[in-house]
């Protein structure tokens, strides 16, 4: 009998839990990565506007207030200098806080906290204070509402030194990165797109892992490529994604990096790129002056890719107007497939 139980007791070895990718929304992903922490870390909280009782403007937080209490998931006033100075505050005093702005737009009633006192804390301080936090949100166009809620601020905060931007594109990006900016010890602006919310992907089973996060400054390169690199963050990575399908079609093999992150900038990744296909386009939905397209340009040519370009750099960027309110002159003010279509084929063109 003794040795039957012995044979019983060695037969059963459990099993691994094996994770395996599924499909969810951007929404859901950026929720999970939350989720995650908050059970984490006792020092992550989420405070912004609607974010605990009404589950989030755009119901990103949703059952996290029911899950965690008003302790760690705060509703606040229509006060953005407010929340996000006790925020960082509270950052300076150890704790990890998640800063959600409804959109990036508004977070320039509070642009002082996060310049001058989050990204400049350490370096001013001699290395002495820290500030753990994460400032996230949607942030350019979204559909018909109009200038004063449609910028796309990456250009902007990814000029400050002290900070980490990041722009994440599918449910990977969102739940790995964001989880990766929580637990960063420094100031990160995590820029979100309010479309691509809805959008659903498969979540690696990789990125499903609690403990995986995403290497800030390292870009995705989406899809191989010979001919062209199209340079994409954020919702203009699926618009590069189908005008790099579309030219597939006609013969022309181009490569989609993904930026991710864009401070720091994954400099290696676009050079290496560069070197192999010689031609370059750069998409932004923000506008071309001191643009991230740019910065990309400048650094090709400072980092010694240069020589291995076969044509001038083309950039495909939001018009330098306001945005408009009417769908159709809206439609008309951001990058489509379309338009990096024509820049592939003109870069093409040009090539010496």
């Avoid at 192999?276 to 939905?285: A, D, H, I, L, S």
């Amino acid at each position: 009998m003794y040795r039957n139980l012995l044979k019983l007791r060695y037969a059963y070895q459990p099993q691994a839990t094996q994770l395996t990718p599924i499909k969810m929304t951007v929404r859901e992903a950026i929720n999970l990565a939350m989720d995650e922490e908050l059970a984490n870390d006792p020092n992550v909280f989420l405070i912004g506007e609607e974010v605990g009782q009404f589950q989030g403007a755009y119901k990103v937080s949703k059952g996290l207030f029911q899950k965690y209490g008003g302790d760690r998931i705060i509703d606040t006033p229509i006060t953005e200098a407010g929340f996000t100075g006790i925020s960082v505050g509270a950052a300076l005093y150890g704790l990890k806080p998640i800063v959600e702005f409804m959109t990036w737009n508004f977070a320039m009633q509070a642009i002082d906290h996060i310049i001058n006192s989050a990204a400049k804390a350490h370096y001013m301080s001699a290395g002495d204070q820290k500030a753990s936090i994460v400032f996230r949100g949607i942030n350019g166009a979204t559909a018909y509402v109009a200038a004063q809620h449609s910028q796309c601020f990456a250009s902007w905060y990814s000029n400050v030194p002290g900070l980490v931007v990041l722009a994440p594109y599918d449910c990977d990006d969102a739940k790995s990165l964001l989880k990766a900016a929580i637990r960063n010890p420094n100031p990160v602006v995590f820029l979100e797109n309010e479309i691509l919310y809805s959008e659903s992907f498969e979540l690696s089973a990789e990125a499903r892992d609690p403990n995986y996060i995403a290497p800030i400054g390292k870009a995705k390169i989406m899809r191989k490529g010979e001919h062209v690199t199209i340079v994409a963050f954020s919702k203009m990575v699926e618009y590069s994604l189908r005008a790099a399908e579309q030219l597939f079609r006609e013969g022309i093999s181009c490569e989609v990096v993904n930026l991710r992150s864009l401070r720091p900038l994954d400099r290696h990744t676009i050079i290496e790129s560069v070197k192999k296909t010689g031609r370059v386009v750069c998409v932004e939905e923000g506008w071309p002056q001191s643009g991230i397209g740019a910065e990309i340009t400048a650094l090709i040519m400072e980092e010694g890719a240069f020589k291995y370009l076969d044509a001038p750099v083309q950039r495909v960027t939001g018009v330098e107007i306001p945005t408009p309110y009417a769908f159709n002159l809206e439609a008309m003010a951001f990058p489509k497939t379309e338009q990096i279509i024509d820049a592939v084929l003109n870069v093409l063109k040009g090539a010496r």
